[in-house]
């Protein structure tokens, strides 16, 4: 099946500095999300990329949906420690009947 | 809170035991899908229901077993376990099964099989 790469698997940061984190496929996704997973707590959705080249933000977070409509990538600016948590991209296949997860990125903030 | 809950919240069972997983949504989806969540691995896609169907089930060994009895609860039925089935298992819900951007999940359960 599809497989995403999503890198890195972990981030140590310091408060205020911003991150980058990023998901590539081998194959053409129609639509890439971002999630994050909070401990002990199930994914919520933070954004969602519909067409190649669109930039969306929500808030202090802006997602990129590739040209190549293969990879996608998402940061955060002036980190917080409530950013901490497990970031998942995750892409749904062109006919739409397989939402593909990668590995996660666990972010740890020092305050 | 996302409007899909999840109990029990902590489950530990003897590879001999029964029991069940229970999810319930109150968001008036009419897909719910369950998920297995591993350390360091992605979420893996256990069985899809739209609309009270079963409409995926991948390549899940039959020591699990899913029910639903109506768009609005999902149960997922475990019998003689093994070890490696020890994760957080995640419902979501979206409004149908075309709609699988806009999945909801649930908190997990956390199964440790002994």
């Known amino acids: 099946g599809q497989q995403l790469n999503q890198s890195p698997q972990s981030m140590f940061i310091q408060e205020g500095e911003d991150v980058s984190m990023n998901c590539t496929s081998s194959s053409i996704f129609n639509t890439w999300l971002w999630y994050k997973q909070d401990p002990g707590e199930g994914p919520v959705l933070l954004i969602a990329?519909?067409?190649?080249?669109e930039l969306t933000s929500n808030g202090r977070l802006t997602a990129q949906f590739g040209i190549t409509r293969k990879d996608s990538f998402l940061n955060i600016s002036a980190s917080i420690p409530s950013d901490v948590g497990i970031y998942f991209c995750a892409g749904l296949e062109t006919s739409g009947s397989r939402l593909t997860f990668g590995e996660g990125t666990q972010l740890t903030v020092n305050p | 809170e996302t409007g899909v809950t999840q109990t029990p919240r902590h489950l530990v069972m003897g590879m001999t035991n029964k029991k069940s997983l229970k999810c319930e949504q109150h968001?008036?989806?009419?897909?719910m899908y369950w998920y297995k969540q591993s350390a360091k691995k992605p979420l893996e896609l256990m069985f899809v229901y739209n609309f009270k169907e079963q409409t995926e089930n991948n390549s899940v060994p039959s020591r699990f077993s899913p029910e639903c009895p109506n768009s609005s609860h999902l149960f997922l039925h475990l019998h003689t376990l093994q070890p490696e089935d020890s994760a957080l298992y995640l419902c979501?819900?979206?409004?149908?099964?075309?709609?699988?951007?806009?999945?909801?999940f649930g908190p997990g359960t956390r199964l440790l099989v002994l």
């Open positions: 990329l519909y067409k190649a080249g």
């Open positions: 979501a819900s979206s409004q149908d099964q075309t709609r699988k951007e806009t999945q909801y």
């Open positions: 968001l008036g989806h009419n897909a």
